[in-house]
């Protein structure tokens, strides 16, 4: 397609797609797409009322008809779209169906089970599904790594205190120590023995090794569990119960998420809260809000991204040509500024003179905000000729500065907390699933600079010591890694526009090395794509992978900072958006492409395949190149 005959086609594409977002827009100003995860999320729902007694057969029904309608003609349940079987969400799975009263003679299940055996059973599974399994007496509290309360009572300067966690870890750990020091064991109504298959322990790691020294740590552990000092034990179950209380949301919920929030409810009820209490009848009402039904089915997501949507959203549109002052853009904004999070959170304990500031991704987590959708909603809030700028300067000042105070002392910037990076808690045998600690990464470090340099700070002594972290950070090859999206292709994506804003010129060095690349993963059909196995086999699907709508704009959103309008691989791409737009102006995009646990735990953001496309678009069009405002973004 020659370029004028694209860049006409991009401009409709560009106007359809537009005016899709603004229909999306909710009437309090917001935008938020769907945020879908794997089965794990309405199996463990189901296990939770079980195990509360409050699962009603409807319930059970509308949502073990989701779980069916997921399964694979193999048998097994995935973490993400066209991935390999899982074998601790498919135990998951399966264990839902049994509940739901599937026969296991069934051929659905049988499948399944096959599946199961023949990766090594319930032995193999991840430590959380055999917690589940314990819950209902099918695992042993004994076969589990050890992890007792008392580590709440550890100050912030002891190793492995809760505060060396990531906040999304340390919010699901707390509940558990408690749980599994309480052990219980409620009725399951049936056994799932026919899914051992009678694998042997993992071998024992020498002492040599971290991995070996904490295993023989775990066994000094459980040797304690069995004859807890008992004041010492009553301490720490009074200090997680006012923990978990101090930290639960307005919307009923912990951090907006769905592992601390099943496990706070166990918790807390096993420490004797009835269920009518005011925490926990709220926590269990604040479920509904996660609840999407459709077709006489049940599902839930596992998180909520309103804020980060909504950052997303606007600067989509502003780079579409809508007016800075349209209506649309000030709601957002007025949004925005009411989301604003002024309150002292968990990150005060590494930077305790900080003054609060920032964007959290959920429609309640004051706890929580975090460092990328502060860096995306102040791009986003300086698209908006809003009526009242004062108050966008200060809610801009404000979250500048605590930007800057939430930097790493390496330079760069992590999530949610600064010089989160002992990596010692990774080591626990209890840490077999996802990331467990929130150090800088690329991503959201490169936002921040987007973000600073917007503001002028280009120049600042922090702004460039995080631009040197991010130059360093760059792969052999040209790209960047991603934390928080699939995976190079979006670290790649926030990094060229983050270089090209911090003021480098087109012949910078670290921006020509990722063009080459970016051109030799482009798919045939013009788009690019990378899978989920990238982060756990990067050789063969580093880059790679079916073409999706989202990445294939951050490849652009790279390309157009590096100054390649007019190259033939952007020429190429933006056809390839054209060409794949829906009639209405959105995408499909069954793949998912953001990241919660990079190698764990997948995401589909359904807005993606819609803001992406239009930042790309919006700046082809426009002829935008280096240094435009909101690079492509990821978050927990």
């Known amino acids: 397609m020659a370029v004028a005959a694209t860049r006409a086609g991009a401009a409709v594409a560009l106007a359809r797609g537009r005016d899709h977002l603004l229909a999306l827009q909710d009437g309090a100003g917001w935008w938020k797409g769907e945020l879908q995860t794997n089965v794990?999320?309405?199996?463990e729902?189901?296990?939770l009322r079980r195990f509360l007694g409050v699962l009603t057969p409807g319930l059970l029904e509308e949502t073990a008809r989701w779980i069916r309608s997921q399964q694979r003609p193999d048998g097994t349940w995935a973490t993400f779209h066209g991935g390999p079987g899982d074998l601790s969400t498919s135990i998951e799975a399966y264990v839902a169906l049994r509940l739901a009263g599937d026969p296991g003679d069934a051929a659905h299940l049988r499948r399944a089970r096959s599946f199961i055996l023949e990766n090594g059973g319930l032995e193999r599974a991840r430590v959380f599904t055999r917690i589940w399994l314990a819950l209902f007496g099918e695992w042993s509290w004994d076969e589990l790594p050890a992890l007792p309360p008392e580590l709440v009572l550890l100050p912030p300067w002891v190793p492995l205190n809760v505060y060396d966690w990531g906040c999304w870890a340390r919010q699901t750990i707390v509940p558990i120590t408690v749980i599994a020091a309480l052990r219980p064991r409620r009725p399951l109504g049936f056994s799932v023995g026919e899914l051992r298959a009678g694998s042997p322990p993992p071998a024992t790691r020498s002492l040599t090794t971290w991995a070996g020294r904490f295993n023989r740590l775990d066994?000094?552990?459980?040797r304690y569990e069995r004859r807890p000092n008992v004041r010492l034990r009553r301490a720490a179950l009074r200090r997680a119960a006012w923990w978990m209380v101090r930290r639960q949301e307005a919307d009923g919920s912990w951090g907006g998420i769905q592992p601390p929030w099943v496990y706070s409810i166990m918790a807390l009820h096993l420490l004797g809260l009835p269920l009518d209490h005011p925490v926990v009848?709220?926590?269990?009402?604040g479920l509904e809000g996660f609840t999407v039904r459709a077709d006489g089915m049940r599902r839930l997501e596992a998180c909520q991204s309103p804020a980060w949507d909504t950052a997303l959203a606007v600067i989509a549109l502003a780079d579409a040509g809508l007016p800075a002052d349209h209506p649309a853009l000030v709601r957002a904004a007025d949004w925005l500024l009411q989301q604003e999070v002024r309150v002292t959170g968990d990150w005060a304990v590494r930077r305790p003179g900080l003054a609060?500031?920032?964007?959290?991704?959920?429609?309640?987590?004051?706890?929580?905000?975090?460092?990328?959708d502060t860096a995306e909603v102040i791009m986003a809030l300086r698209r908006v000729r809003h009526p009242r700028p004062e108050l966008v300067d200060a809610a801009v000042a404000r979250g500048t500065a605590w930007l800057l105070g939430m930097q790493s002392r390496d330079g760069g910037w992590g999530a949610f907390d600064a010089d989160?990076?002992?990596?010692?808690?990774?080591?626990?045998?209890?840490?077999d699933f996802g990331a467990v600690i929130d150090p800088p990464s690329a991503d959201v470090t490169a936002h921040v600079i987007e973000a600073l340099a917007g503001e002028g700070l280009a120049g600042d002594p922090r702004c460039r010591r995080g631009l040197e972290w991010l130059l360093r950070s760059q792969e052999d090859d040209g790209c960047w890694f991603g934390r928080w999206g699939a995976n190079y292709l979006y670290g790649t994506g926030a990094a060229a526009p983050a270089i090209a804003a911090a003021g480098h010129v087109l012949e910078e060095p670290h921006l020509r090395a990722a063009v080459p690349w970016l051109e030799r993963h482009q798919n045939l059909d013009g788009g690019w794509g990378e899978d989920m196995r990238s982060y756990r086999e990067p050789m063969e699907w580093r880059g790679r992978g079916e073409s999706t709508a989202s990445q294939t704009a951050w490849a652009l959103l790279a390309l157009l900072s590096a100054g390649e309008r007019r190259a033939e691989a952007t020429t190429r791409g933006v056809a390839f958006l054209c060409e794949r737009q829906r009639p209405d102006g959105s995408w499909d995009e069954p793949q998912f492409t953001g990241t919660g646990f990079p190698g764990d735990f997948s995401i589909n953001y359904h807005l993606y395949r819609l803001v992406?496309?239009?930042?790309?678009?919006?700046?082809?069009?426009?002829?935008?190149?280096?240094?435009?405002?909101g690079g492509p973004g990821g978050t927990s």
């Open 420 to 431: 989160n990076t002992r990596t010692l808690a990774r080591e626990l045998p209890f840490c």
């Open 356 to 372: 609060p500031g920032g964007w959290s991704f959920e429609f309640a987590n004051e706890h929580y905000p975090d460092i990328d």
């Open 45 to 47: 729902d189901l296990l």
């Open 219 to 222: 066994g000094l552990l459980h």
């Open 281 to 285: 009848r709220a926590a269990l009402d």
């Open 612 to 629: 992406f496309p239009l930042q790309a678009l919006g700046r082809y069009v426009e002829g935008a190149g280096a240094g435009r405002d």
């Open 40 to 43: 794990t999320m309405e199996a």
